[in-house]
């Protein structure tokens, strides 16, 4: 069964625009991380944003916010006032286990961005 | 701080040929991992490291690819004999297990074509 789900292959936003990407999952942990990578044409995986399964409030990171509804299991990554350097793939990812500190990262099948000028 | 470096960052190959692929993670991380990204799809683990010891390569086809990370730092992966399907990038990523939520800090990859 696939653990991470991006259901969106591709993405166009207008620059300075606001875009929110998909991502749920699937687990029966209580403990778990999701998190969320860029992956640029170049090929390097660059890390965004990381949420807690525990972590009360929404992760952010400057104009990266992760909007983590756990009952829905979903955890959709917006970006705000687009740039024309945010045009990439992106992949939502989850580690199992808070004691499993050094575990596996799952990926979706990630979502190519497009940032129009 | 010098990221994680891996080399050759592209490699064309016959099938049934053998290639290996080095990995130096970030200085002081325990953790290493190999990852194999096939196109249009997203990175799947193949094996983990913690120091010098597996942890974790139920994924990867032990048939024909090894990897071995001697004295707990650096790492080479390979594969003999190549099949068509290998072709992929293979990702090495590290980790420093103090940080809470196990950040992982990825090379540039190395691009495998399999003729």
């Known amino acids: 069964a696939q653990k991470i789900t991006q259901t969106q292959p591709g993405m166009f936003v207008q620059e300075k625009e606001a875009v929110t990407l998909d991502c749920t999952y699937d687990?029966?942990?209580?403990?778990?991380?999701l998190f969320w990578y860029k992956q640029p044409s170049s090929g390097e995986m660059i890390f965004l944003i990381y949420?807690?399964?525990?972590?009360?409030q929404n992760a952010t990171e400057g104009r990266y916010s992760l909007n983590f509804q756990k009952a829905r299991k979903s955890a959709n990554l917006v970006i705000s006032a687009s740039q024309l350097g945010d045009s990439a793939m992106y992949f939502c990812?989850?580690?199992?286990?808070?004691?499993?500190?050094?575990?596996?990262?799952?990926f979706g099948q990630g979502t190519e961005l497009s940032v129009k000028p | 701080e010098a990221g994680v470096a891996q080399s050759p960052r592209y490699k064309i190959i016959e099938k049934r040929q053998s290639v290996a692929f080095w990995c130096n993670p970030i200085?002081?991380?325990?953790?290493l991992y190999w990852y194999q990204q096939i196109l249009g799809q997203g990175p799947k683990l193949l094996i983990q490291?913690?120091?010098?010891?597996?942890?974790?390569d139920s994924q990867l086809p032990k048939d024909r690819f090894s990897a071995e990370r001697l004295k707990g730092v650096d790492s080479t992966l390979k594969i003999q004999p190549a099949k068509l399907e290998d072709s992929a990038v293979y990702l090495c990523?590290?980790?420093?297990?103090?940080?809470?939520?196990?950040?992982?800090?990825f090379g540039p990859g190395t691009r495998l074509t399999v003729l």
């Open positions: 949420q807690g399964s525990y972590d009360q």
């Open positions: 490291f913690q120091n010098n010891g597996v942890v974790d």
């Open positions: 990812a989850m580690r199992e286990g808070w004691n499993n500190q050094g575990g596996k990262l799952i």
């Open positions: 200085s002081g991380h325990a953790t």
């Open positions: 687990t029966s942990d209580p403990s778990y991380g």
């Open positions: 990523a590290s980790s420093l297990l103090r940080v809470s939520y196990n950040e992982q800090f």
